[in-house]
């Protein structure tokens, strides 16, 4: 069973530029969390998704935001980036909400120069 | 404060020895917690998780937990270079599907 994907991989973008990143959960998986990780904060929680639907919000500006699609892949989106926008995103999947198993993808590091 | 809370180390013990990983959270409504581990470069990976007080093994780890306290911990024995990795402690609340993660503790094992 293929394990969660996440494009790009690395990323680069100037301040001010949006930016959209994709997860795509193992399959049969319909929650969806992302998560950005920098060293001085840690993996701080952005957002969950389940059935098309966000479901919880972590204390992030609205600069950020994203989307589930029917298929559960999911898509975050940060507008008018900044400096302090650069770390690791990361999405991790599970079966439900229920599910205590989160299975984290490899991570989009962006660097916002 | 933070709600959940490790110590960053680092954290360094020889080949054998038995590394204790701790953890500490805020909120009394917690009711799942959970250890990840983290090589350099990569995707944190679920390690265990446990719900009750008390001990829960697996393999060479147990987790401990201590409601009363507000702590949790991780023990590794016999440790190996390849548990060398940061430790990231998780709590997840009684309510929705939102994840608290601590900082991470680094660890080393000396060979």
């Known amino acids: 069973k293929a394990g969660v994907t996440q494009t790009p991989r690395y990323l680069i973008k100037t301040r001010g530029q949006q930016v959209t990143l994709s997860c795509s959960p193992i399959s049969g998986h319909r929650s969806v969390s992302w998560y950005q990780q920098t060293p001085g904060q840690g993996l701080q929680f952005l957002f969950e998704y389940f059935s098309e639907t966000q479901r919880n919000k972590g204390n992030f500006p609205g600069r950020f935001s994203g989307r589930q699609f029917s298929n559960s892949r999911s898509e975050m989106n940060v507008s008018t980036l900044e400096l302090g926008d650069s770390a690791l995103y990361l999405c991790?999947?599970?079966?439900?909400?229920?599910?205590?198993?989160?299975?984290f993808g490899p991570g989009t590091r962006l660097l916002v120069l | 404060q933070k709600e959940v809370e490790q110590n960053s180390g680092p954290l360094s013990v020889p080949e054998g020895a038995i590394a204790s990983l701790n953890c500490t959270y805020s909120d009394r409504g917690s009711q799942s917690f959970f250890w990840y581990r983290q090589y350099s470069g990569k995707s944190p990976e679920l390690i265990m998780f446990?719900?009750?007080?008390g001990d829960k093994e697996d393999g060479r780890f147990t987790a401990q937990l201590n409601k009363a306290s507000q702590y949790v911990s991780l023990l590794i024995r016999d440790s190996q270079p390849s548990d060398s990795a940061t430790y990231l402690c998780a709590v997840k609340r009684n309510t929705g599907n939102q994840f608290y993660f601590g900082t991470g503790t680094s660890l080393t094992v000396i060979p």
């Open positions: 446990i719900y009750s007080n």
């Open positions: 991790a999947s599970s079966r439900d909400r229920l599910q205590e198993t989160q299975y």
